[in-house]
């Protein structure tokens, strides 16, 4: 979480002893964050988004159009990647059947 505070994702209060504190808020913004990880964004990426979110991490993702510019582009790396994998997949089955 230090890491999400540092990248200016999270923001935390310090108590008296030093220790952070989140607010309640923060359970969620986490959640909307591993999600956002999870579909293979990346946390430069993520740090324009998140702005365009809701609050509620089980909710779509919000459609500003900085969050559909990035949802298309990281659509298209994935369908890009998949094409090269199968590329990949057919070479290895002819050198397969070639034995």
Not at 59 to 79: D, F, K, S, T
């Amino acid at each position: 979480m230090r890491h999400y505070e540092d990248r200016g994702l999270l923001v935390s209060s310090r108590t008296p002893t030093g220790y952070r504190e989140y607010g309640a808020e923060a359970v969620g913004t986490v959640a909307r964050i591993r999600r956002l990880l999870g579909a293979g964004f990346n946390l430069d990426t993520i740090t324009v988004m998140l702005p365009c979110l809701g609050d509620d991490p089980d909710l779509p993702i919000g459609m500003c159009p900085q969050v559909a510019a990035r949802i298309r582009e990281n659509v298209a790396r994935i369908e890009t990647e998949s094409a090269d994998l199968a590329r990949r997949r057919r070479a290895i089955e002819e050198l397969i059947a070639q034995r």
